[in-house]
């Protein structure tokens, strides 16, 4: 099976900087495009930012030159910098990741959602 797992997060003041990571892990052939989410209180969760596979990045209008999306495919790991953070920035912050595992000789597909890492923005 793959799990992802994020880190990172945590209270900051407007201004400051955080870097969340996102690790899969399990038995993984290959991973398509890293996709970092929000949520935040009351509202829908919304996309952020996307890596794909060949380090090309998008990102959601709002956090355009504040955030910068990178991954190490080596690791299986997607990073999200933040800097210049704002209040409106907190919110949960989820990664999910599409690609190939290996289970005896069988390749499945699997689509995954990390559990999340709280990120607050606030003085």
């Known amino acids: 099976q793959v799990q992802l797992v994020e880190s990172g997060g945590g209270l900051v003041q407007p201004g400051g900087s955080l870097r969340l990571s996102c690790a899969a892990s399990?038995?993984?052939?290959?991973?398509?495009?890293m996709v970092w989410y929000r949520q935040a209180p009351g509202k829908q969760r919304e996309w952020v930012a996307a890596?794909?596979?060949?380090?090309?990045?998008n990102y959601l209008e709002s956090v355009k030159g504040r955030f910068t999306a990178s991954r190490d495919n080596a690791k299986n790991t997607v990073y999200l910098q933040m800097n210049s953070l704002k209040p409106e920035d907190t919110a949960v912050y989820y990664c999910?990741?599409?690609?190939?595992?290996?289970?005896?000789?069988?390749?499945?597909?699997?689509?995954?959602w990390g559990q999340g890492t709280q990120v607050t923005v606030s003085s």
């Open positions: 890596v794909t596979s060949g380090g090309n990045t």
């Open positions: 999910n990741a599409d690609g190939l595992y290996v289970r005896g000789s069988i390749q499945y597909s699997f689509n995954r």
């Open positions: 399990g038995s993984i052939l290959s991973i398509n495009t």
